[in-house]
């Protein structure tokens, strides 16, 4: 509870840091263009942070100059029952349209693939088809499920060929996390006699996030991708979590939410009270999960592309303030890069850890204590 309170404490912290940043960043930018009209487009902070963390249909890795070097991706869309696929890059970075389809700018479907229609008065309208591409985050996903696929292969096959003998490489470095997350997360809070049942998926959503966190750190490809800060990848890792808990539950678990032993009758009768507030938290535990992930791996994401914006904000101000705050602003990005490795194994600790104390609550027996009341 400690760790827990500490952690959501950092995570207000960042929050509040990352849009004070961003907010300014914004502000500086917006006064100088309208102050200062150049033939140069104004840096950004805004747009530019915003595209490093959300979703893509390439992968940029770098722009020279005017040109931008990208990795295109597979675009899959069912428009009207028709398979439509072709490859992102017919979209020349969004600047133009392919088949009737493009990227929109604006708008409720900003970001995202629509196709281009006219209706009855001659006015162009957009529609969204099925898109099922496969986007920057989706090649993220496929990259980190087969780094982690092939960690766990090999280990696994060092073990039947090298049998008790003490462990060499990549086995010797895994090998004490694995027993970490057995002892100390699966057993202390399940139970000696149940974890077995429960640690495979511990096991996976553990180093699925501290992997993909680790990912995240790296500047260019394949890290990078925001996965673990997406909000969409976090509900599902919650949504997981949330349907084990309630197939694992028994008696006892729903007793205690449905007529908890103990509490008084005015709070059950005639307004069921205690019952409404035990439903509720088995609804706000997963969104919990769900909310401190993205939360505190995407502000780490912001903060840190804020100080590296700092430093081109300040160059169009005047190019010696530029170069005087680089130094700062490298020094305070190494600094949070460093914080970031610490959040991304306790993101990937607290996760795991309040699924496995989920776990335990659910088969937890009370036998003892119905008896005592």
């Given at each position: 509870?400690?760790?827990?309170?500490?952690?959501?404490?950092?995570?207000?912290?960042?929050?509040?840091?990352?849009?004070?940043?961003?907010?300014?960043?914004?502000?500086?930018?917006?006064?100088?263009?309208?102050?200062?009209?150049?033939?140069?487009?104004?840096?950004?902070?805004?747009?530019?942070?915003?595209?490093?963390?959300?979703?893509?249909?390439?992968?940029?890795?770098?722009?020279?100059?005017?040109?931008?070097?990208?990795?295109?991706?597979?675009?899959?869309?069912?428009?009207?029952?028709?398979?439509?696929?072709?490859?992102?890059?017919?979209?020349?970075?969004?600047?133009?349209?392919?088949?009737?389809?493009?990227?929109?700018?604006?708008?409720?479907?900003?970001?995202?693939?629509?196709?281009?229609?006219?209706?009855?008065?001659?006015?162009?309208?957009?529609?969204?088809?099925?898109?099922?591409?496969?986007?920057?985050?989706?090649?993220?996903?496929?990259?980190?499920?087969?780094?982690?696929?092939?960690?766990?292969?090999?280990?696994?096959?060092?073990?039947?060929?090298?049998?008790?003998?003490?462990?060499?490489?990549?086995?010797?470095?895994?090998?004490?996390?694995?027993?970490?997350?057995?002892?100390?997360?699966?057993?202390?809070?399940?139970?000696?006699?149940?974890?077995?049942?429960?640690?495979?998926?511990?096991?996976?959503?553990?180093?699925?996030?501290?992997?993909?966190?680790?990912?995240?750190?790296?500047?260019?490809?394949?890290?990078?991708?925001?996965?673990t800060g997406n909000i969409a990848?976090?509900?599902?890792?919650?949504?997981?979590?949330?349907?084990?808990?309630?197939?694992?539950?028994?008696?006892?678990?729903?007793?205690?939410?449905?007529?908890?032993?103990?509490?008084?009758?005015?709070?059950?009768i005639p307004v069921p009270l205690?019952?409404?507030?035990?439903?509720?938290?088995?609804?706000?535990?997963?969104?919990?999960?769900?909310?401190?992930?993205?939360?505190?791996?995407?502000?780490?994401?912001?903060?840190?592309?804020?100080?590296?914006?700092?430093?081109?904000?300040?160059?169009?101000?005047?190019?010696?303030?530029?170069?005087?705050?680089?130094?700062?602003?490298?020094?305070?990005?190494?600094?949070?890069?460093?914080?970031?490795?610490?959040?991304?194994?306790?993101?990937?600790?607290?996760?795991?850890?309040?699924?496995?104390?989920?776990?335990?609550?659910?088969?937890?027996?009370?036998?003892?204590a119905e008896e005592h009341h």
């Amino acid at each position: 509870m400690y760790l827990s309170s500490k952690i959501k404490n950092l995570s207000t912290k960042i929050w509040a840091l990352a849009i004070i940043i961003v907010l300014f960043f914004t502000n500086v930018s917006n006064s100088n263009a309208s102050e200062e009209k150049h033939e140069k487009e104004k840096f950004n902070a805004g747009e530019m942070i915003i595209e490093h963390i959300a979703d893509a249909y390439e992968w940029h890795i770098m722009t020279i100059g005017e040109t931008h070097v990208s990795i295109p991706l597979l675009v899959i869309l069912i428009d009207e029952g028709k398979l439509v696929t072709f490859c992102s890059s017919k979209f020349h970075h969004g600047l133009e349209s392919y088949e009737g389809f493009k990227i929109s700018h604006e708008g409720k479907y900003k970001g995202k693939i629509v196709k281009l229609s006219t209706n009855e008065k001659g006015e162009e309208i957009e529609s969204r088809p099925i898109d099922l591409s496969i986007t920057k985050l989706v090649l993220s996903l496929f990259i980190g499920v087969f780094l982690i696929g092939w960690l766990f292969i090999s280990i696994s096959r060092s073990y039947r060929k090298r049998g008790m003998a003490a462990p060499k490489g990549m086995q010797s470095l895994l090998e004490p996390i694995i027993i970490f997350v057995r002892d100390d997360i699966a057993k202390s809070s399940i139970g000696e006699k149940k974890y077995q049942k429960y640690l495979p998926y511990l096991l996976t959503i553990f180093f699925f996030i501290f992997l993909n966190n680790l990912l995240g750190l790296v500047p260019f490809f394949p890290g990078g991708a925001n996965l673990t800060g997406n909000i969409a990848v976090t509900l599902t890792l919650a949504v997981f979590t949330f349907v084990i808990t309630t197939l694992s539950g028994n008696r006892a678990y729903w007793t205690h939410i449905v007529n908890a032993p103990g509490v008084p009758w005015w709070l059950k009768i005639p307004v069921p009270l205690m019952p409404i507030v035990e439903l509720v938290g088995v609804f706000t535990k997963p969104f919990v999960l769900m909310v401190r992930l993205f939360a505190n791996i995407t502000a780490g994401h912001i903060i840190a592309l804020g100080f590296i914006s700092l430093i081109f904000i300040f160059g169009e101000m005047q190019p010696a303030l530029g170069y005087g705050v680089s130094v700062v602003s490298v020094i305070f990005y190494v600094f949070m890069g460093l914080l970031e490795l610490l959040v991304a194994f306790i993101q990937a600790y607290v996760f795991t850890l309040l699924s496995a104390l989920y776990f335990g609550m659910a088969i937890e027996e009370h036998h003892h204590a119905e008896e005592h009341h």
